[in-house]
């Protein structure tokens, strides 16, 4: 039995008036309920459920993850982006190269190929990588501030998790426990991006951004934006592009292409967009309900009951895949005459079903 609860204590609507005949619906859920008990964590599960189902996204507040926090963990990071070329790149001595297995990447994305488009030119962001499991020695020893600051967020998102999970295991219809048992083995990672701006001189090419048109990958993407310089998230809408709000101290969450495709295509993995505004900025990516490899993706949630729209996969082989097409170099790896490239466009944009 699925939910169908009044939202009004925890949800309201950002009306941002885009043209004379479309506003933005993204919701912004406060989950302090989650702490008030089963009606209140009921309260909180239909919310995001109805906003995952809605538009893919939704803006939250009143986490676990405390503004401090986030502020260390932002100005130690930017100390690091700040740094000469050589001094960054030296915490990738040891890592095979390229996103997804170096810690520090620079201008080695492409988020358009995340939606099978191999025509756009490369992102303008670089970015520094935690992986839990390669433990805090694992990132680089300047500034000294960095690895305290790491493990604060850490410590303090991982308790975000467990709610989340909590959550979504409401609104799924799920035994209580259900995502906690499949997302144990500890495979969130941060990602810190940043995304400088223009050297004097310097132009944008031809559809650059700061990342391309995309879907994400895993379950739930947790992103802080940078207050700062929030503004340049859209999230696609039907034909319209809508700026994602910014809400101090909150974090935006948006359905992975791994999540949809484990809800039957019940929670969408929405279409989004950096655009590229002056400023530099940093943005603060984990995530949440990210199954462990050997996990065979079959539908859960309401979504299950109107047949299944994707033959079973398992979770491993499907991140994998999705963390290869980051990669500029990716088509060419895969060496593929125009009709296989073709096919296999068709077969990433699926994905976001």
């Known amino acids: 039995m699925w ?11 950002t009306h941002t008036w885009r043209s004379a005949r479309t506003m933005t619906r993204i919701s912004v859920v406060d989950m302090a309920a989650m702490a008030d008990g089963r009606e209140g964590q009921l309260r909180v599960a239909q919310a995001l459920s109805k906003a995952f189902a809605d538009t893919g996204f939704a803006v939250v507040t009143s986490t676990p993850v405390p503004e401090i926090a986030l502020a260390q963990l932002r100005r130690s990071a930017m100390d690091f982006f700040h740094q000469p070329l050589a001094e960054k790149q030296m915490v990738n001595e040891g890592s095979a190269p390229g ?3 170096s810690p520090y990447c620079r ?13 756009k030119p ?18 680089p020893d300047r500034p000294p501030e960095l690895r305290p600051a790491v493990q604060e967020f850490g410590e303090r998102v991982a308790r975000f998790r467990e709610v989340l999970n909590c959550a979504c295991d409401l609104a799924l219809g799920q035994d209580e426990g259900f995502f906690a048992s499949k997302c144990g083995k500890g495979r969130e990672a941060l990602r810190l991006a940043f995304y400088p701006d ?8 031809d559809g650059q951004m700061r990342y391309g048109e995309h879907v994400d990958s895993f379950g739930l993407t947790i992103l802080n934006l940078d207050p700062a310089n929030p503004e340049g998230l859209q999230v696609q809408i039907g034909e319209e592009w809508v700026d994602v709000p910014w809400v101090k101290g909150s974090f935006v969450l948006n359905v992975g292409a791994l999540l949809s495709r484990w809800t039957n295509g019940y929670w969408k993995a929405a279409v989004h967009r950096v655009l590229f505004k002056r400023g530099q900025r940093l943005s603060i990516v984990s995530g949440a309900l990210r199954p462990d490899d050997d996990v065979m993706l079959e539908p859960c949630g309401p979504g299950a009951l109107a047949g299944e729209k994707f033959a079973p996969v398992r979770a491993g082989d499907f991140c994998q895949e999705r963390v290869a097409l980051h990669r500029p170099s990716y088509l060419q790896q895969k060496q593929l005459d ?3 490239a073709q096919r296999l466009s068709e077969d990433i944009r699926s994905y976001r079903q």
């Open 3 to 13: 939910l169908r609860l009044p939202l009004d204590a925890c949800v309201r609507r």
């Open 99 to 101: 996103y997804g297995s």
């Open 107 to 119: 201008l080695e994305e492409n988020g358009a190929q995340l939606l099978g488009d191999f025509t």
């Open 122 to 139: 490369d992102d303008l962001v670089e970015s520094l990588t935690y992986r839990p499991h390669e433990g805090l020695e694992r990132l």
């Open 198 to 205: 223009l050297e004097e001189g310097a132009t944008l090419l």
């Open 338 to 340: 125009a009709e296989a």
